[in-house]
């Protein structure tokens, strides 16, 4: 069934918005899935924080025009779904990357972060940075470390006297 005009301004609106605020975009051809097949898929993006959509190409052209993404454009042939990391830049790679592992019928055409274009065998790159709540861990870890360094130092002082002190004992116990 055709979408009226509202309709389709609907959903141009809707994309528009999601990909204002998008961290990454990633496009993949979805020929050949089962619906079930779609659903499940859906299901996990939305666990992960991903939009997941099927759009229209001229749809998704208007949409990401006035973003970061309009990069995306000139590549946007053929039955796409367009996922946009909402929560942090690899999600949505990531998703795509492992459910294509599983199903070799979804094929990612084309992703973009930051105004660029990225080269589908390049995906693994973006699916592998990590998420906000991994960062925080690894900053944290970092930030920690100098101090954990000074305590030990400092735990190392007395202990170094008790070993000499022991060491003189047994010596004069001799």
């Given at each position: 069934m055709a979408l009226t005009l509202d309709q389709k301004k609907a959903v141009v609106a809707e994309v528009a918005e999601v990909a204002s605020s998008a961290h990454s975009a990633v496009a993949a051809e979805y020929r050949g899935l089962t619906v079930s097949q779609l659903t499940e898929l859906r299901i996990k993006a939305r666990e992960s924080g991903v939009y997941l959509r099927v759009v229209k190409n001229s749809l998704a052209r208007r949409a990401m025009a006035?973003?970061?993404?309009?990069?995306?454009?000139?590549?946007?042939?053929?039955?796409?779904?367009?996922?946009?990391?909402?929560?942090?830049?690899?999600?949505?790679?990531?998703?795509?990357?492992?459910?294509?592992?599983?199903?070799?019928?979804?094929?990612?055409?084309?992703?973009?972060?930051?105004?660029?274009?990225?080269?589908?065998?390049?995906?693994?790159?973006?699916?592998?940075l990590p998420t906000r709540d991994e960062a925080i861990a690894q900053l944290m870890s970092v930030m920690k470390a100098p101090f954990d360094k000074f305590a030990r130092t400092l735990n190392e002082v007395p202990g170094k006297l008790v070993r000499t002190l022991a060491a003189v004992q047994d010596s004069k116990g001799e």
């Open positions: 006035d973003t970061e993404f309009a990069c995306m454009s000139d590549g946007m042939t053929g039955p796409l779904m367009l996922a946009f990391s909402v929560e942090d830049p690899g999600s949505a790679a990531r998703i795509l990357r492992d459910y294509a592992k599983e199903n070799k019928k979804l094929i990612i055409k084309l992703a973009a972060v930051g105004g660029q274009v990225i080269d589908p065998s390049d995906i693994g790159r973006l699916a592998n």
